[in-house]
């Protein structure tokens, strides 16, 4: 689908086929994406290289539960450890120029300090050191290993991956291959969240 002007994108999303994918004939600005993301809360929308942006419906209760369980148990840790702060569902810019929205994101204290107070209402434009994906059951196994792919080629430090479905995770790290935990009861993080552990029961119920 191809749109032109801000007013053109103000459709009702859920009488689309997802996912969906808008080709934008010009880019929209930083500001008129926060706006569409805030006015479609629910949907995942990111962006790729090229500017179009891609829609996808709002995922299940198992999905959202999961979340918010990874959430709080990583701010709950962070705030108490100070090293740096948590933050779910944020949209982060790669190098490459697109935009992704992690389930969950580890950002340094340092890095934090350092963005100016102006732009802490926008995407981040410095990479988490960690990120954690939960997969939905309708995520196809490929396309969520190479976005895992994806996030430590942009420079992350560790990556968690998720699967509630299979009760497995992944662990993914530079210069190394995954990890693959099948029904782990805890997850102990390392490096940049070197002290958190993260117990999984709740997250296969």
Known sequence: MTMQTEAEVDFALEELPMPLTLRLRSPMSEDDRLRFCSANRGYQIEMEPDGSLRIDEPKGPRYSRAVVILASELFTWAEQDGRGKSFPDVGVYLPDGSM??????????????????????????????????????????????????????????????????????????????????????????????????????RLWE
């Not at 998720?162 to 992944?170: N, S």
């Not at 995954?178 to 070197?194: D, M």
């Open 100 to 201: 992704r929205s992690p389930g969950v994101a580890w950002l340094s204290l340092e890095k934090w300090q350092n963005i100016l107070q102006e732009d802490r209402d926008r995407f981040l434009r410095v990479l988490p050191e960690f990120v954690a994906e939960i997969r939905c059951h309708t995520d196809a196994e490929e396309g969520v290993r190479l976005r895992m792919k994806r996030w430590i080629d942009a420079g992350v430090q560790l990556a968690w991956l998720i699967d509630p479905l299979r009760k497995l995770a992944m662990i993914y790290r530079p210069g190394r291959e995954p990890e693959t935990l099948l029904q782990p009861e805890l997850l102990n993080g390392e490096g940049p969240i070197a002290g958190f552990t993260l117990k999984m029961q």
